[in-house]
């Protein structure tokens, strides 16, 4: 079992930066994969960015270059680096992990079986 819990987020002008972080529990999160996935209003959950147990990253087109995911396994957290947020970076963020290994997965967030609440994170203009 993992839990998940994320903080960080809030209301930031367009431009501006906000990292969030994701605590997690559980003897198995230094061999998950950890990602975060936002959900807009009215959208669907779409994946940002994973991290495998190694350090390897996995990045949505739309966040390259400006958001960076690092995990701690001694602290178990993982965190979201957000720089140069745009409007439509404006989502509920949520932590996810799952026991998944094979790179082409990451993306996929239908393969993470466990989930934060979520944390809001709003970009105005």
């Known amino acids: 079992q993992v839990q998940l819990v994320e903080s960080g987020g809030g209301l930031v002008q367009a431009g501006g930066a906000l990292r969030l972080s994701c605590a997690a529990s559980g003897r198995t999160f230094r061999s998950y994969a950890m990602a975060w996935v936002r959900q807009a209003p009215g959208k669907e959950r779409e994946f940002v960015a994973a991290i495998n147990w190694n350090g390897s990253t996995y990045y949505a087109d739309s966040v390259k270059g400006r958001f960076t995911i690092s995990r701690d396994n001694a602290k178990n957290t993982v965190n979201l680096q957000m720089n140069s947020l745009k409007p439509e970076d404006t989502a509920v963020y949520f932590c996810?992990?799952?026991?998944?290994?094979?790179?082409?997965?990451?993306?996929?967030?239908?393969?993470?079986?466990?989930w934060g609440q979520g944390t809001q994170v709003t970009v105005s203009s």
């Open positions: 996810a992990a799952a026991p998944i290994f094979a790179y082409s997965d990451y993306p996929n967030r239908h393969k993470y079986n466990y």
